[in-house]
């Protein structure tokens, strides 16, 4: 067991006492503990993970704007949105019944779809071609469910329900990706990476399916202000969309939105070997939701509580990502998106403590970001320990 490995145990332990013990106590435990390692055998056939990738920067900042606002007060957590020709749907986070809000370009409740069945805790939303709405019954805050699920809700309000199970145990997830041929994809919201699922076999209504990993997506700190969690909001997954023609994926953290190409409509390859766009998102307090706009060419963004901003973010500029070719090159330095060696330090744009090597050292920002990042995890990670440890 490494030091974080211990750490995170103690975090665990601790919290099951009725004193508060400091962050600072629990990253005093990661450093000094000492590190164990058993024999291990190289797994058979391990999962590949995304290549290195190099976003470009695109600050939303003037160039966003918002959209319209969500005032209906049965519409308090938007966890997810799908846009459709004049509507946008979106979902609550929670609830006893499946609900989809259909709304105006005003935020404007036009209708409701809805179904007595009882969700678990629906977290993203997508839409086929037919426009059966896809929820995504996925969320799993304490890491206790056996199975998650997808339920399917027709325009007419019928529904059926497919359940999944991982492969290597419960996960907390945020986002759903729908390729172009019905492939759901399952992104785990967890602060050390976001792991990728897809069903191993085709889905049946009357069994679970099993899934198999496809990738793993750990995203660096950025910087980015928003969020419910501080440097942590910048790490977590929240949400994700598919672009109507399947040609480009979006996933978003609280704070930053990362778009892949998938000019072939392959997201399990662009996840793999593509270069995300990085485009830091307006600052919201908890911000989940992302879906492409009808045409492709904006991003729309929702956030919990209310009033609830719906921000759109425009993507003219980023035609090499709807191509699949080069687009132009925003000035200023590059900062890296996922990357399969973990966060690393990112400094702020236009800075040369982007650069390690430019302050002798690397950048302040970047290591209070990870210092923050890693007290965050630990948190999260004996947080979920605490279950166990506290019977």
């Known amino acids: 067991m490494t030091g974080w490995g211990v750490a995170a145990l103690t975090a665990g332990w601790l919290a099951c ?25 190289p797994p058979a056939s391990p999962p590949r993970l995304a290549a290195a990738p190099v976003a470009t920067v695109r600050l939303a900042g003037p160039a966003a704007r918002v959209f319209c606002t969500i005032s209906d007060r049965r ?120 792991r990728v699922y897809t069903p191993a076999r085709t889905p049946a209504a009357d069994r679970s399916t099993p899934l198999r990993l496809v990738v793993r997506l750990p995203f660096p700190p950025t ?44 997201l399990a390859a662009a996840l793999r070997s593509g270069r995300p766009d990085r485009i830091a998102l307006p600052a919201t307090a908890q911000g989940e939701a992302i879906a492409f706009s009808a045409d492709g060419r904006t991003l729309l963004t929702s956030t919990e509580g209310l009033p609830a901003a719906v921000h759109a973010v425009p993507l003219d500029d980023a035609d090499g990502a709807a191509s699949g070719s080069p687009g132009p090159t925003q000035p200023g330095p590059t900062q890296p998106g996922p990357t399969p060696t973990g966060p690393t330090p990112t400094g702020r744009s236009g800075s040369a403590a982007a650069d390690p090597a430019a302050d002798g050292g690397g950048s302040s920002l970047g290591r209070a970001a990870v210092a923050a990042l890693l007290a965050g995890a630990l948190i999260w990670v004996g947080g979920r320990l605490r279950g166990a440890l506290c019977r």
């Open 17 to 41: 006492l009725p004193v508060p013990v400091p962050v600072t106590s629990l990253l005093a435990v990661a450093a000094s503990a000492p590190s164990w390692s058993a024999p291990t055998r």
């Open 75 to 194: 519409i308090t957590e938007s966890s997810g949105l799908v846009a459709a020709g004049d509507s946008l749907y979106t979902v609550n986070d929670g609830g006893d019944r499946l609900r989809v809000f259909v709304l105006d370009r005003g935020c404007r409740v036009r209708r409701v779809i809805e179904n007595p069945l009882n969700p678990y805790d629906v977290e993203d939303l997508a839409r086929s071609p037919d426009g059966t709405l896809w929820l995504a019954d996925i969320g799993d805050n304490d890491a206790a469910r056996r199975t998650v699920a997808v339920e399917l809700l027709t325009d007419s309000g019928e529904a059926s329900l497919f359940r999944f199970s991982y492969p290597d145990g419960a996960h907390d997830a945020g986002a759903l990706l729908r390729d172009r041929h019905g492939r759901p994809y399952l992104v785990t919201k967890e602060p050390l990476g976001a």
């Open 223 to 266: 910087g980015t202000p928003g969020g419910p969690v501080g440097a942590v909001s910048q790490v977590l997954v929240t949400g994700g969309a598919v672009a109507a023609d399947g040609t480009r994926l979006v996933l978003r953290t609280y704070t930053d939105a990362y778009l892949w190409s998938a000019p072939d409509g392959d």
